[in-house]
């Protein structure tokens, strides 16, 4: 199983330019994330989705969007990029409701700077 | 107010020494998760432990201990004969609900930087 793999590893944009960032997972699980890790402020979630065509928002979610088409895959896609959004983006994965205890598969990151 | 705090920025230890890394919670769930999460200098988050809220036993995984404490919310990580590879950022964070309710939203706090020293 190649896991959470997230695309690309790094990415430079122009303020105003968009851009999806890609996330897939080869484990059947049933709910996704995405998180945004900034200089001494941790994880912070973005949205999440629950299963295929169920998304909602977490905690930071402006400027972002995404959808969930597949149980696969988790596109997040930012409409117009802006330098406060320039950060390093986790995506997650991890079993749902059938399985009690369970953690978090993160993905590599993507390393997302805007000019 | 803050879901998880993690009062120590940055931390020195001694190799071979054990060394205990804060956390605190803040929720009015009764049942919740906690997790510890390494994140090395190569940036990847690696889950070491998990206490959830009803376990009545403290966790254990190899050389990591979770010291959960309910009544003081408390949920301090324990490494024990520090190694040079132990040199990361650790990451507390918690998911609120029943477990099979699922782990998608977990709250991280900002995290302690541990330095081993040779």
């Known amino acids: 199983n190649a896991g959470v793999t997230q695309t690309p590893k790094f990415q430079v944009l122009k303020t105003g330019q968009s851009m999806t960032l890609q996330c897939a997972q080869d484990?059947?699980?049933?709910?996704m994330s995405w998180y945004r890790q900034d200089p001494g402020m941790g994880l912070r979630l973005i949205h999440y989705?629950?299963?295929?065509?169920?998304?909602d928002q977490g905690e930071v979610p402006n400027g972002y969007n995404v959808s969930r088409s597949t149980t696969e895959d988790f596109p997040l896609r930012l409409l117009s990029a802006a330098p406060s959004q320039t950060s390093v983006y986790f995506c997650?994965?991890?079993?749902?409701?059938?399985?009690?205890?369970?953690?978090?598969?993160f993905g590599p990151g993507t390393r997302l700077t805007v000019l | 107010a803050q879901k998880i705090t993690q009062t120590q920025p940055g931390m020195f230890v001694q190799e071979k020494e054990a060394v205990t890394l804060d956390c605190t919670y803040d929720?009015?769930?009764?049942?919740?998760?906690l997790f510890w999460y390494k994140q090395p200098s190569s940036g990847e988050m690696i889950f070491l432990i998990y206490?959830?809220?009803?376990?009545?036993q403290n966790a254990t995984e190899g050389r990591y201990s979770l010291n959960f404490q309910k009544a003081r919310k408390s949920a301090n990580l324990v490494i024990s004969a520090s190694q040079l590879g132990d040199s990361a950022m650790y990451f507390c964070a918690m998911r609120e609900g029943a477990a099979n309710f699922g782990n998608e939203k977990l709250t991280f706090g900002t995290g302690t930087r541990l330095t081993i020293i040779p």
């Open positions: 206490q959830g809220s009803y376990d009545e």
């Open positions: 929720t009015s769930d009764q049942s919740y998760g």
């Open positions: 484990m059947n699980h049933e709910y």
């Open positions: 997650a994965s991890s079993y749902g409701l059938a399985v009690s205890y369970n953690e978090q598969f």
């Open positions: 989705s629950v299963g295929a065509g169920i998304t």
